[in-house]
């Protein structure tokens, strides 16, 4: 059974970083590309970032320069570092994988930034 845990969101103060991680389990040999989408109280969700299986990248302009994607095939593992954090990156940031055509999201970690 695939599962996807985010683990790294918590509150931090305008300027500061965070590191979100998404693990991927249940499925490590076919995991394709890996993204981070966003969802603030009362907006829909929103695409942040990707990264294919290649380590080829793509990131929301809101966030270019800010925010960098990796991953650590080995190890399943996707990371979001997120620096000068600003009040309007205060979300609930879920991370998505691509699993033999099959999309699927973890429960979410919740980034607040406070100014």
């Known amino acids: 059974q695939v599962q996807l845990v985010e683990s790294g969101g918590g509150l931090v103060q305008a300027g500061g970083s965070l590191r979100l991680s998404c693990v991927v389990s249940?499925?490590?040999?076919?995991?394709?590309?890996m993204g981070w989408s966003r969802q603030a109280p009362g907006k829909q969700r929103e695409f942040v970032a990707q990264?294919?299986?290649?380590?080829?990248?793509d990131s929301a302009d809101s966030v270019k320069g800010r925010f960098t994607i990796s991953r650590d095939n080995a190890k399943n593992t996707m990371y979001l570092q997120m620096n000068s954090l600003k009040p309007e990156d205060t979300a609930r940031y879920y991370c998505?994988?691509?699993?033999?055509?099959?999309?699927?999201w973890g429960q979410g970690t919740q980034v607040t930034v406070s100014s």
């Open positions: 998505y994988s691509s699993i033999r055509g099959n999309t699927y």
């Open positions: 249940g499925s490590p040999s076919s995991v394709g590309t």
């Open positions: 990264i294919t299986s290649g380590g080829s990248t």
